[in-house]
């Protein structure tokens, strides 16, 4: 993958019983600044029917080095240090490449 080839963030995460709205507004109050930022084409977060503590994202940037630069913000740093405290366990994420 080159750095100018659009990159895909999959990412599915678990609240800790009790946690599930606590999880879910944390990861909304991540959109507007997530699509505000250079190089982020969308940010859709879903929550799944069958079990409200699971949520998914599915990101889509300009390239590898935008996402780079995305972990690196402010409102992503708030999100690591509270992450621990929300989660059951870690978030299974995976980086994907469109196919042309």
């Not at 990159?7 to 009790?18: N, S």
């Not at 599915?58 to 590898?64: A, D, Q, R, T």
């Amino acid at each position: 993958m080159n750095n100018h080839t659009p990159y895909t963030v999959l990412a599915i995460l678990e609240a800790k019983p009790g946690k599930e709205h606590a999880l879910k507004e944390a990861l909304l109050s991540l959109m507007t600044p997530t699509l505000q930022e250079e190089g982020c084409l969308n940010y859709d977060l879903h929550q799944a029917h069958d079990n409200p503590a699971k949520f998914m994202f599915y990101e889509n940037w300009v390239s590898k080095s935008a996402h780079a630069k995305h972990r690196e913000t402010p409102h992503m740093k708030t999100w690591q240090a509270k992450r621990d405290d929300l989660l059951a366990k870690p978030s299974e994420v995976t980086y994907w490449e469109v196919i042309k």
